[in-house]
Structure formats: structure tokens, C-alpha cells
């Protein structure tokens, strides 16, 4: 895997801190809104797109093929990791047909969901998963190919499409800081 040296991020505008490994396969977006802490790991084919600020804390994995979308924005506590091929969007249009759709189309005439997302520390999120606006809590685990379409108690496993809550997680992690 071929990573961007320290020379070429800070041509980029990104802001980051140390031991910071992104792919050079890695699409990014409006870099200069993207702040990513210390030890930090973003994989080949990801693409990171926001008008607003992307926030990575430290010891975050983004897994190759991950997709954060949207114009809202999105802070990624420390600890978490994401898995291959998972779609995070961070807003969404209606489809209800009572307006349009669409990017090309006027905000006026479109019925958007946009959420500034968060997720929280620990959070793991399983291959695949597609991840629409709303907030993952502290701990979090969901299981691969899952669709979340609402907000997630911390501490819970989620799976399932849409998603069922599982049973509590463990916080036995914890005790490893």
C-alpha cells in the first residue's frame, strides 16, 4: 500500500498529527476541512467528500472502500474502527415523491435529512453497512452488511437491515486504555 508522505498532506491542507497513514488511493474532498488526530489509518478507495468539517480522532481505521458523503459533516471519535465497504451519509433526500431529488436540483425544491454525524468512541461498524444520518453512541458495535437508519445506544450490538438491536456489548475493552 502506497500512503502520502508528510509532505504531500500538508500540500494537500490537511490537518493532522502523527503517525497518520493515508492511501494515495484514497479520495479526498475539500481536504482543507478534513482534521485528523495521531494514529490514524485510512485504506486504498476511500473517499471522503464533505463541505463541512470531517473530524478523525486518534487510533480511528477506516477500511478500504469506505464511502463518507454528504455536506453535513462528521466526527469520528477515537477507537473506532470502520469496515470495508461501508457507506456513511451524512444527509439524504426524501423519497415520498412530494419534492425532487438529487443534486442538481435547488435545495428550495428538495426535502433534505442532514445531521452533523458523531460517532463515539469504540464504535465498530461491519463490512458493508450502509449508515444514514444519525448518531452511533459510545461503543457502538454493527454488524456487517446492516442498514442504520436511526440513532444506536451506546454500549448496544445492532445487526440487520434495517437494524435490530442485538444485546449489550461488552466494556471490558475498556480496562485495555
Excluded at 56 to 78: F, L, N, P, Q, R
Amino acid at each position: 500500500m502506497s500512503f502520502y508522505t508528510e509532505q504531500e498532506l500538508v500540500s494537500l491542507g490537511i490537518k493532522y498529527g502523527s503517525n497518520v497513514f493515508i492511501s494515495r488511493f484514497c479520495k479526498l474532498y475539500n481536504p482543507e476541512n478534513i482534521t485528523i488526530g495521531n494514529h490514524v489509518r485510512i485504506d486504498d478507495f476511500c473517499i471522503l467528500s464533505s463541505l463541512k468539517p470531517i473530524i478523525i480522532d486518534d487510533h480511528v481505521h477506516i477500511s478500504a472502500g469506505v464511502y463518507i458523503y454528504g455536506s453535513a459533516g462528521i466526527h469520528i471519535h477515537s477507537y473506532c474502527n470502520i469496515s470495508a465497504s461501508v457507506k456513511i451519509f451524512t444527509e439524504t433526500d426524501t423519497f415520498d415523491g412530494t419534492c425532487m431529488i438529487g443534486p442538481t436540483i435547488q435545495r428550495e425544491k428538495r426535502k433534505i435529512k442532514s445531521l452533523f454525524m458523531t460517532l463515539e468512541k469504540h464504535t465498530v461498524i461491519g463490512a458493508g453497512s450502509i449508515i444514514m444520518p444519525c448518531k452511533l453512541g459510545e461503543g457502538v458495535a454493527i454488524g456487517a452488511n446492516s442498514f442504520v437508519n436511526k440513532d444506536c445506544e451506546p454500549w448496544t450490538i445492532y445487526a440487520g437491515s434495517p437494524i435490530k438491536k442485538i444485546r449489550e456489548r461488552s466494556k471490558d475493552l475498556l480496562q485495555l486504555l
